[in-house]
């Protein structure tokens, strides 16, 4: 008999007990898997060229709901607006109207009409996009199709207090002195005993500890604190909201299973949208939305929660189809009978309201990061070759880039890159089946449970933000030179082509510029950045170092 690997972070909302207690055997991801609907691709490259943190070369912009919910929306947000206009030197920040109800290929075909006609160089075009409005306002589809290339975050609340008050606090947050130290990364795990967190311990918390702490010592991971949080003999709601409540910026990774629907069901809609994605601590109780208030919650920080519905509810859950092919076949009847009960059915969907209130609480995070549909043991593992190995780096790639610093835009996007890979992987075994290649069922499997799995995760809040600590910066070894181009390309100091070259005057001193082609070419640090510490304008330095890569400094008449 195979073992049960393939476990779900889902529990019953009344008495905590999972959903699916056995789990399924990973042969079950192998059982006729259709191709995935495809989400759109970039209509254009970005230039990569330019720093991503920077707001004047990237530009920043809203997707709203059409008429007069959108208006209203773009009136309550104006000062968050403004902020973000002075941000990209004065620039017009865009709006992007968007229809309710979109599939995938209707947000590919919006992308295309919409937001980028193609009729224009894309210089203008926002790389963050902030979305105003729940899944029912502007789709869901919208957000995944725009976070393939793009930094895209979403704000939905019930009312126009949450969008103030968030408004305000991260305008704040922004206004106030960086704090001296570095951030905090703490890791809550609550131990239920069940399959699903003991498995998600194991391969994804664990691991990652290990490899935070190792990039610690080395001066790659840039946090005061590395901190694992969850007691091991019982959970205990009581120590969470203790770990939750530090001051300072920091990033909170949480493993818990998200609250589905009682085994009896939701009485109605409004149960389920306050409580379905709470935070469960198995037989312990919940954490809800309705335990926020205003009380200090992981302050000026990130959430990022690894458990079922946490972000959100769809309209349509990715894996219905899968499951109910796995009921008609028998097999796991049982089982994927369970699962299917505790699916959206025949109602609208919707952000969370536990991250909601956390977004909305003038003393709570700035950015949630969470999973919108069933979130498996599948995306912080790789099984298609046959034997389980762990892949904590997917999840650690993102805390590692808070705590740098980064905006959160670009850390979620490590992330999202992860799930393009797995995408272009599937793809292409698919492509290889249409021209009649050999069906690998089983690797087809595994590929679309992980592709399906982090498709789930989205980013809830203004994707510009960061947490207030001075960004880390690659120190190089203290015995070695600034990187220069001429050790990268092999170029001696004195070669000079065999004809003549007019020397080219330079703005600063040769050795320095070098320093500066240098740092362009190890790619740590946006060509923007490089030509503001060095003094040179952006694009003289591009013009420079492209002759340069040509023939060294006997491209620029220098020996």
């Known amino acids: 008999m195979p073992a049960n690997d393939l476990h779900l972070l889902l529990s019953h909302d009344d008495d905590g007990s999972p959903v699916l207690g056995g789990g399924l055997p990973t042969t079950a991801a192998a059982k006729d898997v259709e191709c995935p609907e495809a989400r759109p691709g970039p209509t254009h490259l970005w230039d990569e060229g330019d720093d991503p943190d920077d707001l004047e070369a990237q530009r920043w912009g809203l997707i709203v709901p059409q008429g007069q919910t959108g208006d209203r929306l773009l009136e309550i947000v104006r000062p968050l607006v403004e902020a973000r206009r002075a941000a990209q030197g004065g620039r017009e920040v865009k709006v992007f109207r968007a229809p309710p109800r979109l599939d995938m290929a209707g947000a590919a ?40 290339d793009g930094y895209v975050g979403r704000l939905a609340f019930p009312d126009e207090r949450g969008y103030e008050a968030y408004v305000h606090k991260i305008l704040a947050a922004e206004r106030a002195a960086a704090h001296d130290s570095p951030p905090r990364a703490t890791f809550y795990t609550v131990h239920d005993g069940t399959a699903a967190t003991s498995a998600t311990y194991r391969s994804l918390v664990r ?17 005061s604190t590395i901190e694992e949080c969850g007691r091991v003999d019982a959970p205990s709601p009581d120590e969470w909201l203790e770990a939750s409540s530090r001051p300072g910026p920091g990033v909170l990774f949480s493993v818990s299973h998200g609250a589905g629907p009682p085994r009896e069901g ?75 009960r505790a699916l959206p059915r025949n109602a609208p969907p919707f952000i969370a309201s536990l991250p909601r209130a956390a977004l909305a609480n003038p003393n709570g995070p700035l950015a949630f990061l969470g999973h919108v549909d069933l979130a498996w043991t599948y995306s912080f593992e790789e099984r298609d070759a046959g034997t389980p190995i762990a892949r904590p780096a997917r999840f650690l790639s993102v805390v590692r880039s808070l705590v740098r610093g980064d905006r959160v835009g670009i850390s979620f996007r490590e992330l999202v890159r992860f799930f393009e890979q ?42 510009a933000v960061r947490l207030g ?54 790619g740590e640090r946006g060509h923007k950045e490089i030509a503001r510490e060095y003094g040179i304008e952006l694009g003289e330095l591009r013009k420079l170092f492209d002759r340069y890569k040509k023939g060294g400094r006997g491209s620029l008449g220098q020996t």
């Open 109 to 148: 075909r919006w992308r295309k009409d919409v937001f980028d006609r193609g009729a224009d160089l894309a210089v203008d075009l926002p790389r963050y996009q902030l979305i105003l409005g729940d899944l029912d306002q502007v789709p869901l589809a919208i957000q995944q199709a725009q976070q393939s």
């Open 207 to 223: 691991p990652g500890l290990e490899l935070a702490r190792s990039r610690a010592a080395s001066g790659e991971f840039y946090a």
């Open 266 to 340: 939701w009485k109605n809609f409004a149960e389920q949208h306050a409580r379905q994605g709470a935070m469960r601590f198995g037989r312990e109780g919940t954490f809800a939305a309705s335990d926020m208030g205003e009380r200090p919650f992981v302050p000026g920080g990130v959430w990022f929660m690894v458990a079922c519905y946490g972000g959100g509810t769809p309209d349509k859950s990715a894996y219905r189809h899968w499951l109910e092919r796995l009921y008609k076949l028998g097999q796991y009847g049982g089982e994927a009978e369970e699962v299917l």
């Open 422 to 463: 797995a995408n272009t992987e599937l793809t292409s075994l698919y492509d290889l089946e249409a021209g009649g290649g050999r069906r690998d069922e089983a690797r087809l499997g595994h590929l679309w449970m992980l592709r399906q799995d982090l498709s789930g995760y989205i980013l809830l809040g203004d994707p």
């Open 469 to 522: 600590v001075p960004r880390a910066r690659k120190a190089a070894p203290p015995d070695s030179p600034a990187p220069t181009a001429a050790s990268v390309f092999g170029f001696g100091q004195v070669q000079a082509p065999a004809a003549p070259i007019e020397q080219v005057p330079l703005p600063i001193e040769l050795e320095r510029l070098e320093e500066a082609f240098g740092h362009m070419l190890v």
